[in-house]
C-alpha cells in the first residue's frame, strides 16, 4: 500500500512538473519572439535559426502534440463502441469481436444499427471509399452474414461503412436464394455493377410468389436503392440502366395503381413526384420512374390518368421532354410556373437549344423575368425563383455572344449586371479549374431533371469548345514540363477543430513539392478570441493560430487571423524561405490569369518556365 501511494506520488509530481514546465517553455519562447519580432521589424514570417530556441521550440510543439493526441484518446474512450469504430479506433475492433463471439443476436443487431446510426460517412456518396479492418473482425462481419437473424443488419452496415470486399459475400447470399431479405441485401448492393444480381433480384419480385406489393414498397428501401443505383453508381453503365427501367415497369404492371392510392393533393396542378420518403406504396417505384425522364414512363403516365390521376404539369413537362407535346400553350404553361419554368430552361439548355445561334430563343425564355409568374404568389425577386443557377446556360456562350444575347433578352439593368458578374465568375472559376485537369465527378452519370443545373454532368458545358481546347492545350504543355495546377486545398482534413485551411495548406505545400520539402513538419498552436456558437455565423469568428513550421535547423513562424490572406501567405513567404534553404531554383508560383488579389490556384516548378508557358494562351478573350 506505501509502495502504491509514493508510485501515486510520483505521476501526480511529474504530471504537475511536465506541466508547469510547458508552461515556463510558453513564457519563455513567447518573450524571445516578441524580441525578436522588435528586432527584424514585425516580419510575416520569423524564421528562427538559433540551435537553441529551436530545440526548445521542437520540444515545446512535440509536448503540446502529445497532450492534443492524449486529449483525443480520452474523448474517444468516452464514446460509444460504434462511435470509435466510425472514427478508426482500433481498440473499439477488439471490442467488436468480443461482442460477436460472445453470439448475443439482440446485442449484435444493436451494435450495428449503432454503427450505422454513427457513420460519420452517412449521406455521402463515396463508392470508391473502403474501410480497412482487422482481418478477423472482418471475417466475423461475413460470417455473420451468413446468420439469417443478423443478415439484414449485417449488409446494411458493411454497405454503410464499406467495408473492404463486403460486395462479393452479400452477392453470394443473395444469389444462393436463401436470404431472408433479398430487398435488403438489393439496397447493401447500390453501388455495385452486378447485371446477374439486378437479374435474378427483380426476377424474384415479379415471379416469387412470396412477393406481396406492401413486401416490395414498404419502408421504401426498394425506391432508396434504385435512385441510388440509377442515379449515383458510377459503375453501372447505361444498358444495366435501361434494364433497371425496364424492370421497374414490369413491376408496376404486376402491381398496378388503383384509385384507392390515389390522394387528393396528388392531383394539383404543379403536382411534382416526391422522393423516396413519401409513399411507401407504389408511388415510390412511380417517383423514381418518372425522375428519369425516360421515354419508358409515358404509358405510366397513361395508366395513372386511367385510374384518375389529374393532368399536372409533370406529366406535361414529361411529355413535352420526350417529343410527345410540342405545343405552344403547353410550353408556356411550363415557363409560366416558378419550378418548371427551371426544369424548362434545364432542358432547352442540355438539349443545345440555348447556343449563340439562337437569340430568339433566349428572348423567349427571359422575357418571363419582367413580370412576376402566376405561380409566385408571395415571391418579389427573380433571384428566389432562380435559385438553381439558371446563369449557368450562358457558360458555353462566348463573350461576344454573351453580351449581345444579354443586352437583346434582358430589359432589367439590375437583372443584367448580375448575369454579367455571374458569367464572367463562373468563365475563370472554370477556366481554372479546367487547367487543373480534374472531371466533374458525375461525368458518366445520368442528371434527374428534379435537379436543375445541380450535380449535372457539365464538363463539356462550362466553356465554349474553343476555350476548353484552350485550357487542355496549355495544360498538356505544362505536364510536358512536369508542371501541374494545383488547389491550395488539395488535401482536406475535415476531422479538424482548427478554425482556419492553414493546416490542409501547408500539407499541399509539402505534397505538391516534388519532395523537395520532405522534411518539413509543422505544429499548429491556435486560440479563439470570439467563437460562435452556430455554423450559421463562422464568418464572425475571431481567431489567431502560431504556425511553426520545422524544416532541417531552423523554425519559422507565421501568426495567422481571420484576416491573413494564408494562402499567399504559405505558398509565397513561407515556400520561398524554405526553397532557398534547399538551395531549389523551383517555386510555387501563383496562377493568377486576370489580375485578381489573389488566385488560389498553383504550379510547382521553375517559375520562368511557367510564365512563359502560360503567357501563350490568351485565357481573356
Given at each position: 500500500m506505501r509502495k502504491l501511494f509514493f508510485f501515486l506520488c510520483l505521476v501526480f509530481s511529474f504530471k504537475n512538473y511536465a506541466q508547469g514546465s510547458l508552461k515556463k517553455d510558453s513564457i519563455s519562447i513567447a518573450g524571445f519572439i516578441k524580441e525578436q519580432n522588435i528586432l527584424k521589424?514585425?516580419?510575416k514570417v520569423l524564421v528562427i535559426e538559433d540551435k537553441k530556441?529551436?530545440?526548445?521550440?521542437?520540444?515545446?510543439?512535440?509536448?503540446?502534440?502529445?497532450?492534443?493526441?492524449?486529449?483525443?484518446?480520452?474523448?474517444?474512450?468516452?464514446?460509444?463502441?460504434?462511435?470509435?469504430?466510425?472514427?478508426?479506433?482500433?481498440?473499439?475492433?477488439?471490442?467488436?469481436?468480443?461482442?460477436?463471439?460472445?453470439?448475443?443476436?439482440?446485442?449484435?443487431?444493436?451494435?450495428?444499427?449503432?454503427?450505422?446510426?454513427?457513420?460519420?460517412?452517412?449521406?455521402?456518396?463515396?463508392?470508391?471509399?473502403?474501410?480497412?479492418?482487422?482481418?478477423?473482425?472482418?471475417?466475423?462481419?461475413?460470417?455473420?452474414?451468413?446468420?439469417?437473424?443478423?443478415?439484414?443488419?449485417?449488409?446494411?452496415?458493411?454497405?454503410?461503412?464499406?467495408?473492404?470486399?463486403?460486395?462479393?459475400?452479400?452477392?453470394?447470399?443473395?444469389?444462393?436464394?436463401?436470404?431472408?431479405?433479398?430487398?435488403?441485401?438489393?439496397?447493401?448492393?447500390?453501388?455495385?455493377?452486378y447485371g446477374d444480381v439486378i437479374d435474378y433480384f427483380f426476377n424474384s419480385l415479379l415471379n416469387n410468389k412470396k412477393y406481396t406489393s406492401v413486401e416490395i414498397f414498404k419502408k421504401n428501401y426498394l425506391a432508396y436503392s434504385l435512385n441510388e443505383s440509377y442515379f449515383n453508381n458510377k459503375n453501372i453503365d447505361g444498358a444495366t440502366r435501361r434494364k433497371l427501367i425496364t424492370y421497374c415497369?414490369?413491376?408496376?404492371?404486376?402491381?398496378?395503381?388503383?384509385?384507392?392510392?390515389?390522394?387528393?393533393?396528388?392531383?394539383?396542378?404543379?403536382?411534382?413526384?416526391?422522393?423516396?420518403?413519401?409513399?411507401?406504396?407504389?408511388?415510390?417505384?412511380?417517383?423514381?420512374?418518372?425522375?428519369?425522364?425516360?421515354?419508358?414512363?409515358?404509358?405510366?403516365?397513361?395508366?395513372?390518368?386511367?385510374?384518375?390521376?389529374?393532368?399536372?404539369?409533370?406529366?406535361?413537362?414529361?411529355?413535352?421532354?420526350?417529343?410527345v407535346d410540342q405545343k405552344k400553350e403547353t410550353f408556356d404553361a411550363l415557363l409560366n410556373d416558378c419550378k418548371f419554368y427551371n426544369y424548362t430552361v434545364n432542358e432547352l439548355f442540355?438539349?443545345?437549344?440555348?447556343?449563340?445561334?439562337?437569340?430568339?430563343?433566349?428572348?423567349?425564355?427571359?422575357?418571363?423575368?419582367?413580370?412576376?409568374?402566376?405561380s409566385m404568389q408571395s415571391v418579389n425577386e427573380w433571384s428566389d425563383c432562380l435559385r438553381f443557377g439558371i446563369e449557368g446556360i450562358f457558360n458555353p456562350l462566348e463573350k461576344k455572344d454573351f453580351d449581345r444575347i444579354v443586352n437583346k433578352a434582358i430589359k432589367d439593368n439590375s437583372y443584367k449586371q448580375k448575369l454579367i458578374e455571374v458569367y464572367n465568375g463562373n468563365r475563370k472559376d472554370n477556366i481554372l479549374a479546367r487547367l487543373t485537369g480534374r472531371e466533374n465527378w458525375r461525368k458518366g452519370m445520368p442528371n434527374n431533371w428534379m435537379t436543375p443545373f445541380y450535380y449535372h454532368n457539365m464538363d463539356s458545358l462550362t466553356l465554349p469548345k474553343r476555350v476548353q481546347k484552350l485550357c487542355d492545350l496549355a495544360r498538356t504543355d505544362l505536364e510536358s514540363k512536369g508542371y501541374k495546377v494545383f488547389t491550395d486545398r488539395d488535401f482536406l482534413n475535415f476531422g479538424t477543430e482548427e478554425p482556419s485551411y492553414a493546416r490542409d495548406k501547408l500539407n499541399t505545400l509539402k505534397a505538391q513539392s516534388h519532395n523537395e520539402l520532405n522534411n518539413m513538419s509543422f505544429f499548429i498552436d491556435y486560440k479563439y478570441i470570439k467563437k460562435?456558437?452556430?455554423?450559421?455565423?463562422?464568418?464572425?469568428?475571431?481567431?489567431?493560430?502560431?504556425?511553426?513550421?520545422?524544416?532541417?535547423?531552423?523554425?519559422?513562424?507565421?501568426?495567422?487571423?481571420?484576416?491573413?490572406?494564408?494562402?499567399?501567405?504559405?505558398?509565397?513567404?513561407?515556400?520561398?524561405?524554405?526553397?532557398?534553404?534547399?538551395?531549389?531554383?523551383?517555386?510555387?508560383?501563383?496562377?493568377?490569369?486576370?489580375?485578381?488579389?489573389?488566385?488560389?490556384?498553383?504550379?510547382?516548378?521553375?517559375?520562368?518556365?511557367?510564365?512563359?508557358?502560360?503567357?501563350?494562351?490568351?485565357?481573356?478573350?
Open positions: 521589424k514585425n516580419p530556441w529551436v530545440d526548445l521550440i521542437k520540444r515545446y510543439s512535440s509536448s503540446k502534440e502529445k497532450i492534443k493526441e492524449s486529449r483525443i484518446s480520452d474523448s474517444l474512450k468516452k464514446k460509444s463502441v460504434a462511435e470509435r469504430f466510425n472514427y478508426d479506433d482500433k481498440t473499439a475492433e477488439k471490442e467488436i469481436i468480443s461482442i460477436i463471439n460472445e453470439g448475443n443476436n439482440d446485442s449484435i443487431k444493436s451494435l450495428f444499427s449503432d454503427i450505422v446510426f454513427n457513420n460519420i460517412y452517412i449521406g455521402t456518396i463515396e463508392p470508391n471509399r473502403r474501410k480497412i479492418i482487422n482481418l478477423e473482425l472482418k471475417s466475423l462481419f461475413f460470417k455473420c452474414l451468413k446468420n439469417p437473424e443478423l443478415e439484414s443488419q449485417t449488409a446494411q452496415m458493411l454497405s454503410a461503412m464499406q467495408i473492404e470486399g463486403y460486395e462479393q459475400p452479400i452477392k453470394e447470399i443473395l444469389l444462393s436464394g436463401q436470404s431472408r431479405n433479398e430487398i435488403q441485401l438489393f439496397r447493401a448492393l447500390k453501388y455495385a455493377n415497369a414490369a413491376l408496376l404492371k404486376k402491381f398496378p395503381v388503383d384509385s384507392s392510392l390515389i390522394q387528393p393533393h396528388y392531383g394539383a396542378p404543379n403536382w411534382i413526384p416526391g422522393g423516396s420518403m413519401d409513399y411507401n406504396n407504389q408511388f415510390d417505384l412511380i417517383s423514381f420512374l418518372l425522375s428519369t425522364g425516360d421515354v419508358a414512363v409515358l404509358p405510366i403516365i397513361e395508366d395513372l390518368k386511367a385510374v384518375g390521376f389529374k393532368d399536372n404539369l409533370t406529366f406535361k413537362f414529361l411529355n413535352w421532354k420526350l417529343g442540355l438539349k443545345g437549344l440555348l447556343t449563340e445561334n439562337n437569340d430568339q430563343k433566349f428572348v423567349e425564355i427571359f422575357a418571363k423575368i419582367e413580370k412576376p409568374l402566376p460562435s456558437l452556430s455554423y450559421a455565423s463562422l464568418e464572425s469568428d475571431k481567431f489567431e493560430l502560431n504556425c511553426f513550421i520545422f524544416f532541417d535547423d531552423i523554425v519559422c513562424l507565421a501568426k495567422i487571423n481571420a484576416n491573413t490572406n494564408d494562402s499567399q501567405l504559405i505558398f509565397n513567404n513561407i515556400s520561398e524561405i524554405l526553397l532557398q534553404k534547399t538551395g531549389s531554383s523551383n517555386r510555387f508560383l501563383e496562377v493568377n490569369l486576370f489580375n485578381e488579389k489573389s488566385s488560389p490556384y498553383f504550379i510547382f516548378g521553375n517559375p520562368i518556365m511557367a510564365k512563359e508557358i502560360l503567357n501563350k494562351y490568351n485565357f481573356k478573350e
